[in-house]
């Protein structure tokens, strides 16, 4: 079992940038496609970004150029760069872990472990 805690969130200005960080527990890190998702208030889960166990990223089209993410197996720790921020960011980040063969942007019903969030606000 894979525990996720998700911290970096705040509050900042639209064209600023923050980095979301995701600690994982467990010795089975590098077997897990690492995501981040996000949820704003009165709206679904969405899929933002992912790093396969592989190395391999995947975007969302509205984040697409302005958010990085990156794995380090070392430290168990996968981080999302925010740059450029809108405020049609803001919204409750999500860390979230998923098994599987292959890499790949997949649904908030196909993960296997969650993050409680954390809290992103971008101000006008």
């Known amino acids: 079992q894979v525990q996720l805690v998700e911290s970096g969130g705040g509050l900042v200005q639209a064209g600023g940038s923050l980095r979301l960080s995701c600690a994982a527990s467990?010795?089975?890190?590098?077997?897990?496609?690492m995501n981040w998702f996000r949820q704003a208030p009165g709206k679904e889960r969405e899929f933002v970004a992912a790093?396969?166990?592989?190395?391999?990223?995947y975007y969302a089209d509205s984040v697409k150029g302005r958010f990085t993410a990156s794995r380090d197996n070392t430290k168990n720790t996968v981080d999302l760069q925010m740059n450029a921020l809108k405020p049609e960011d803001t919204a409750v980040y999500y860390c979230a872990a998923r098994t599987g063969v292959l890499g790949g942007i997949y649904g908030y019903s196909r993960m296997d472990y969650w993050g409680k969030g954390t809290l992103v606000t971008v101000s006008p």
């Open positions: 467990g010795h089975t890190f590098s077997t897990y496609h």
């Open positions: 790093v396969s166990r592989g190395g391999g990223t």
